[in-house]
């Protein structure tokens, strides 16, 4: 990142101990935190949020300041609502942190949203209260306009990262959310 002149970050992973450390060692700038999925990943949803919030705990404005945590549930559909409720009670109890999340990375979004009683993907994180100033939201691959809309007036967040989308496939072809990608 620093070789093509990135200084500030946003990383959700498995290992945020280690990216917060080299955080530290490289001199970035960066909001940092550990992916919580309880259908993504093998241990429990409990050891996966414990691991996040002693994360937060340990380095939460570390290094003068230039490493924030961010509460990281998956995303839309890579959690059960219960995930989500208890990350957005969190977030409630942490009005500190930001919160990074996949959304609408696929259509299926919609559809596993309506499968936990949301309307649609945006109107999950609506409900559960996390559609706000404090929300980033990853992708974004398959908003509508109106999606589009509703996360601007709610002041959330939108980042990319097209490369991702180069190692996805569908059946024999790769899919690309941008023909040129």
Known sequence: MLKAGITCLNDMGVTGHVGAEVVDEAGLRAVVGHMISDSFM????????????????????????RLWISLCPHGDLYNTRPVLETCARLAREHPDLVVHTHALEMPQANVAARAMGAADSIG?????????????????IAATE?????????????????????????????WLPYPNC
């Open 42 to 65: 093998p241990e429990p949803a409990e050891e996966q949020i414990a691991r996040a919030l002693t994360l937060v705990d340990r380095y939460h404005g570390a290094y003068g300041g």
């Open 146 to 174: 109106r999606d589009i809309d509703r996360v601007a007036n709610a002041g959330a967040h939108v980042v990319h990262c097209p490369s991702m989308f180069t190692h996805f496939g569908t059946g024999d072809k790769l």
């Open 124 to 140: 999950l994180f609506e409900d559960l209260g996390l559609l706000n100033e404090r929300l980033v939201l990853a992708h974004l």
